[in-house]
Antibody, heavy 122, light 112 residues
Framework: QVQLQESGPGLVKPSQTLSLTCTVS??????????WTWIRQPAGKGLEWLGR???????NYNPSLKSRVTISVDTSKNQFSLRLSSVTAADTAVYYC??????????????WGQGSLVTVSS | QSVLTQPPAVSGAPGHGVTISCTGS?????????VHWYQQRPGTAPKLLIY???NRPSGVPDRFSGSKSGTSASLAITGLRAEDEADYYC????????????FGTGTKVTVL
């Protein structure tokens, strides 16, 4: 059974860097069929795709965040991570990691973590 | 602001059906990219409901079905049950600068 679990600080100060890690069990990050993805959801609002990483280290990011977001992978720990720099209150959200099945430019997210609430506040 | 537009809310009585629309454009659904649907119950992570326009993952009841035509897609729920009360999101690939993979604005389904 595939499981994803986010971990990281729940409170980040403005202008600092948000860091989250997603630990995957029941599947290998080295499986070439999948991209490993971060998605966020502000309270009471919709879902926003942040970016993804492939096992080779190849990444794609949301253009609206591209200059601030970095996704990396650690295959030895079967983990991938999100870093979002220069955060503001607008970055307060529940952050989800998810597994994305990729085909012909399409990508759907079949397994999700439970979500990690990150609040940006001084 | 999402490039995929959904009605904010729909409702139906138990046993009845509802349909949720997802309107896109030529940079996403209209270019032939597939639409996927997710169900999100309060306080939980989204769950994949439909993938590739009309395919149900194992365990998803056949009361849920998806379709796509032109620049739009739809999710139909028949035989409404109390447990179907949730938010529903469509998702697709987009070739504009909106973010590569985009979600719909979301629809709240209420079972009366």
């Amino acid at each position: 059974q595939v499981q994803l679990q986010e971990s990281g600080p729940g409170l980040v100060k403005p202008s600092q860097t948000l860091s989250l890690t997603c630990t995957v069990s029941g599947a290998s990050l080295s499986d070439g069929s999948f991209y490993w993805t971060w998605i966020r959801q502000p309270a009471g609002k919709g879902l926003e795709w942040l970016g993804r990483i492939y096992i080779t280290g190849y990444t794609n990011y949301n253009p609206s965040l591209k200059s601030r977001v970095t996704i990396s992978v650690d295959t030895s720990k079967n983990q991938f991570s999100l870093r979002l720099s220069s955060v503001t209150a607008a970055d307060t959200a529940v952050y989800y990691c998810a597994r994305g099945y990729y085909y012909d430019s399409n990508n759907y997210f079949d397994y999700w973590g439970q979500g990690s609430l990150v609040t940006v506040s001084s | 602001q999402s490039v995929l537009t959904q009605p904010p809310a729909v409702s139906g009585a138990p046993g009845h059906g509802v349909t949720i629309s997802c309107t896109g454009s030529s940079s996403n659904i209209g270019s032939g990219y597939d639409v996927h649907w997710y169900q999100q119950r309060p306080g939980t992570a989204p769950k994949l409901l439909i993938y590739g326009n009309n395919n149900r993952p194992s365990g998803v009841p056949d009361r849920f079905s998806g379709s796509k035509s032109g620049t739009s897609a739809s999710l139909a729920i028949t035989g409404l049950r109390a447990e179907d009360e949730a938010d529903y999101y469509c998702q697709s690939y987009d070739t504009s600068l909106s973010g590569l993979y985009v979600f719909g604005t979301g629809t709240k389904v209420t079972v009366l």
